[in-house]
């Protein structure tokens, strides 16, 4: 809670407070972002092709994709099986024409960045409602069975323990408030490893917290994605949570990649685009800031990528040619001269992040602005994006326990979930 002010946007937290409190404090502000929701959006209708005998999913923040498409291919591997999901994941061809067999079907998403949602429309289903605004100007959520989404995080840098009546751009409360619009099954959302160590560990207690009082059982973790597959050292934390009165306990997967008992040997550059080497695409050009050489940017042929990240001028230099060589306290060069190095493409970063070759990305169609300008567009999207592959590990138990459970979440959908204001037909 909020109880005093000192100099420019500083806040206080609570010392103490109980469950009951904070609960309390939450609906409050809450109720209070519904209000402001209704008195910003215009009335209107929404027809979703929601399917009786799925699990109908809501993506908040979707940006192109990772996550919805990793929900998807899990789904498949609960009907299928992986090996066979990999076969039909193949070709554009082959996986479009098997996706509505997946127990997840997803009927709308919400973003605000431009060509990530043209990228989303690029690659997902048209009957997908898709809206290209602020998530704060959403005055209801359909209903559905499970909501996922990363929420961005811009006002926890100067975060406490007890901030959520701080008026500041706090997103994630606005995935609670679907969650209480909707009252789905389960819910996933994932976040930078940052938030963990925030506010000395109080924010994501707080986080926790706010989520449970909506009425989940939740579970958090900072996992690798290398642990799970993917080329890349990528820490991020994921929250599950799983609705009361469903009897389900989530458990994180375990790792399958890293050399241990049991698991198979980590993902390499090599074995991840060392085929793209002599016809990798299109690649953000130019020279290197002092910045970018303060700290080594490229891995070997034999090891997992830097995180990829959401710029083309930060992406991690390809594999080949000599190392970089540190000369002294935050300081690198390039043996050879820059010439002699360049940044991961579209194409290879795409490979990182495990989208299939056959997934398209949208530049935007504003042809007045540099390559490089359009290039990072789509650099963007996929550093923003979930990796595929990660998103679908996180989501298999859900897929799993839900394949053979499906009646029973169907039944439990008339009296657990609130009506939605928008329009909708059973298909």
């Known amino acids: 809670m909020k109880i005093a002010e000192r100099g420019r946007a500083k806040f ?70 992986r090996e066979k999901t990999n076969e039909l994941l193949e070709t554009r061809d082959g ?27 690029l690659n997902f289903p048209e009957t997908i409602v898709q809206h290209e605004k602020d998530i704060r100007k959403i005055k209801d959520f359909p209903n559905c069975d499970i909501v996922l989404g990363g929420f961005p995080c811009p006002g926890f840098s100067e975060a406490g323990p007890r901030l959520i009546d701080d008026e500041r751009n706090f997103l994630y409360i606005h995935f609670i408030r679907a969650l209480l619009n909707t009252k789905p099954s389960f819910f996933i959302a994932e976040n930078v490893k940052g938030m963990l160590t925030l506010g000395k560990g109080e924010v994501i207690k707080q986080i926790i917290q706010d989520f449970e009082s909506a009425g989940y059982k939740v579970k958090y973790k900072l996992v690798n994605a290398r642990d799970y597959g993917i080329p ?18 989530y458990q994180f997967p375990a790792p399958t990649h ?98 299939p070759d056959w997934f398209l990305f949208s530049e935007g169609n504003n042809l007045s602005i540099s390559k490089n300008g359009r290039l990072d567009k789509i650099y963007k999207q996929i550093g923003n994006a979930v990796p595929v592959e990660l998103a679908r590990s996180i989501a298999s138990p859900i897929a799993q326990w839900s394949a053979k459970n499906l009646d029973k979440i169907i039944n439990n959908r008339s009296t657990s979930q609130q009506l939605s204001l928008f329009d909708e037909i059973e298909i």
């Not at 809501?58 to 498949?76: Q, Y």
């Open 232 to 249: 890349q050292i990528r820490e991020r934390v994921f929250i599950v949570g799983v609705r009361e009165d469903i009897d389900f306990d």
């Open 258 to 355: 890293g050399g241990g008992k049991g698991e198979q040997p980590f993902v390499t550059l090599h074995d991840a685009i060392r085929d793209l080497e002599t016809n990798p695409g299109e690649c953000y050009e130019g020279s290197f800031s002092p910045i970018y050489l303060s700290r080594n940017r490229k891995k070997t042929w034999g090891e997992q990528s830097f995180t990829i990240q959401a710029s083309g001028r930060q992406a991690p230099l390809h594999p080949s040619g000599e190392a970089m060589k540190k000369t002294g306290p935050d300081q690198w060069v390039l043996p050879g001269g820059e010439s002699m190095h360049r940044r991961l493409s579209v194409k290879e970063i795409a490979r990182i992040q495990t989208f």
């Open 95 to 121: 996986f479009l024409n098997s996706r509505h067999e997946s127990i997840f079907h997803t009927i709308y998403s919400i973003d605000m960045f431009k060509e990530a949602n043209q990228s989303y429309r």
């Open 12 to 81: 206080r937290p609570l010392k103490e407070y109980d469950e009951k409190q904070v609960k309390n404090l939450l609906l409050d502000k809450i109720q209070q972002e519904q209000l402001s929701a209704q008195l910003l959006s215009k009335d209107y209708l929404e027809v979703f092709d929601r399917k009786t005998y799925k699990l109908n999913l809501v993506s908040l923040f979707s940006g192109c994709g990772g996550l919805d498409l990793g929900f998807e291919l899990a789904g498949l591997d609960a009907i299928f099986g």
